[in-house]
């Protein structure tokens, strides 16, 4: 039974399909040697199986999920790569482990010390300051342990305009106890809501109108459960 070099042709190397038949050698032909390379370089069966292993770890991290490995050939021949699905979050966070948190939002403002004074209400602290030409222009609040807000004064900043971020949100354990202490440093707040992804929220904004939320996570929170949840604003 013959033992086909080559499958078909491909234009950038112009292969001819060949076959050799039992007792007959290949013309010694530069399209041949070129063939019987790429059949040599063939992966192995031992480098099959690790691929198919972490086709299987991946499935077991992800289920549904692929890793759209193309073959060693469609790589050294330049055929298009597919395109491999998204893999679920939790997969994409066990293989790229880069981040920790989000560091901290800024904020721009007309008065910082009006600012730095609201959010001191909030039980932020103010962990450092900037100056500009010895004057005071910026401030680093910490919210909690490693999260921070930080701010610049602009006096000539006008109406505030949502540009793509629309919002920040501030985590609670606790949120009755926040919405007491709120009131009773005179801040105001909307009424606290189970929002559609079943965890509670109040709304507040500050002196420059930048809007922000506070959450209190339920424990069936779609933040712990996923899934897909229906709009409802």
Known sequence: MGRTVCTKAHPRL????????????????????AGRLINAREPSAERL???????RRAASRAPGASLGLPSRRGLRLGYPRPRAPLPYPGAVAEALPMFKRIAHVCLNVRDLQRSVDFYGKLGFATKFSFTREGAPFGAYLEIADGNYVEMFEDRNLGEVVNTGIAHFCLETDDMDAVMATLKSRGVPFTEKKLGCDNTYQIWLADPDGNKFEVHQYTPTSTQYTGGVIEADW
Do not use: S
Not at 49 to 55: D, E, H, P, Q
């Open 14 to 33: 112009d292969l001819l399909c060949q076959a050799e038949a039992p007792g007959r050698v290949a013309p010694d032909t530069a399209a041949a040697r």
């Open 49 to 55: 199986g690790l691929v198919a292993a972490a086709r």
